[in-house]
């Protein structure tokens, strides 16, 4: 199959290509070669408008479309890998936070079993998140600060064991006690180690990178600020070129200007996240986080709220959150490889989040808006927006 398009961004690099007219060929799923100008016959679909991107590649999802994963069971975890894709989001690390470490394993334990049986043609799960319970008091956020604790040797092992071949990434505070050895515990087993809900200082921060970090989640949110005599967590994550950071850019979370800082003081390590929680998609009302409670107040893009006005995850759809880095003036080659091959190369997966030879065929239609027109998977259209513009797609 041949989709051409008059931009196409392949997200090799965010200094790599500036879109260019031209056209991607793919074969039973996989990319067989991407070229500027006209395809050697004619295409199979033809996009006049917009941009031809990579999958979309969100590495903390705590829930949408009213579902949250840490209490769904498979067919609910189904639910959201095949919705997600019309928010141009073709891979996904699922997100559970802070709860006893027994209840942790219990839900790796059933997703292990589960995740390799979900229906084809939803978004690729990766693997999961555990966001706690390994984080500062002082940084909770959202997190219930009576499951909050240690990271011991024997916790560490009970995560690791139930989460083998599933669990991906972790989230730690690196100045609690014993947190230097289990990011070096977790490292060993494969397991991707981000800082966060820290009041870590930079020095604390740099030694996690020592032990095996790499990774800082939602810059900003939950963490000892930028400083000018102490630069914190955000400011060693800015400056340390071993860190790659998470960024919600909902322009709630973080202001725009802000957005645009982190993108221009660290190039190429800005990975761009949802923490979309369960009520992302949905109108206002009441769900959960972590099995308890949230509020989402509106439906024009404001995040859910605890009892206690505090920002529990986002509403915020991936897409979007390219868009709205275009808006605070990263150059969209920068935004998109933001969402797709930085997560991607992160997350240990380089076959996914590029138009590239021998790549997945995950790719997404965004209009001039930015937002989600048609998008496939594994060279299947698995999404259309419905209009005029994607009909052509629909028959392919």
């Given amino acids: 199959m041949i989709i051409a398009a008059e931009q196409v961004v392949t997200a090799a690099s965010p200094d790599g290509p ?65 919705r997600l894709p019309s928010t141009g989001t073709t891979s996904l690390v699922p997100t559970i936070i802070t709860a006893p470490v027994e209840r942790l394993t219990a839900t790796l334990r059933a997703a292990r079993d589960f995740v390799p049986d979900l229906p084809a043609g939803g978004a690729r799960v990766l693997g999961v998140h555990v966001e706690g319970p390994f984080l500062s008091p ?118 725009g200007p802000v957005c645009g800082l982190a993108f221009r003081a660290a190039p190429g390590r800005i990975a761009l996240v949802t923490d979309a929680a369960a009520p992302a998609g949905m109108p206002p009302g009441e769900y959960l986080l972590g099995g308890e409670p949230v509020r989402l107040p509106d439906a024009a893009g404001a995040p859910p709220l605890r009892a206690d006005g505090t920002l529990a995850g986002s509403s915020l759809r991936l897409d979007v959150a390219v868009a709205n880095a275009v808006a605070c003036g990263v150059p969209l080659t920068a935004a998109a490889c933001a969402a797709t091959s930085i997560p991607a190369d992160l997350i240990g997966r380089p076959d996914l989040g590029r138009l590239a030879p021998g790549a997945a065929a995950d790719l997404i239609w965004l209009g001039p808006d930015l937002r989600t027109r048609a998008t496939w998977l594994a060279g299947r259209l698995v999404f259309t927006d419905g209009s005029a513009a994607t009909l052509a797609c629909a028959r392919s």
């Fill in 18 to 82: 500036v879109p260019f007219s031209g056209f991607v060929e793919f074969t039973d799923g996989v990319i067989g070669s991407v070229s500027a100008g006209r395809p050697p016959r004619p295409a199979d679909v033809t996009l006049a408008d917009g941009y031809l991107l990579p999958g979309l590649v969100d590495l903390q999802v705590n829930g949408y479309f009213g579902i949250e994963f840490q209490t769904a069971d498979a067919a609910r975890w189904g639910e959201i890998a095949a």
């Fill in 138 to 255: 002082l940084r909770r956020g959202a997190h219930n600060p009576q499951w909050i604790t240690d990271p011991t040797p024997p916790a560490v092992t009970e995560l690791i064991e139930a989460g083998r071949g599933l669990l991906r990434l972790v989230t730690i505070a690196p100045e609690l006690p014993g947190a230097l050895a289990a990011i070096e515990q977790l490292t060993e087993a494969g397991v991707l180690v981000s800082v966060g809900h820290s009041d870590a200082l930079a020095a604390q921060v740099a030694a996690a990178a020592d032990r095996g970090a790499r990774m800082v989640t939602h810059l900003f949110n939950a963490q000892r600020g930028l400083s000018h005599r102490e630069p914190g967590v955000a400011g060693q994550a800015l400056t340390d070129e071993r860190l790659t950071s998470g960024l919600i850019a909902d322009l709630h979370h973080v202001a």
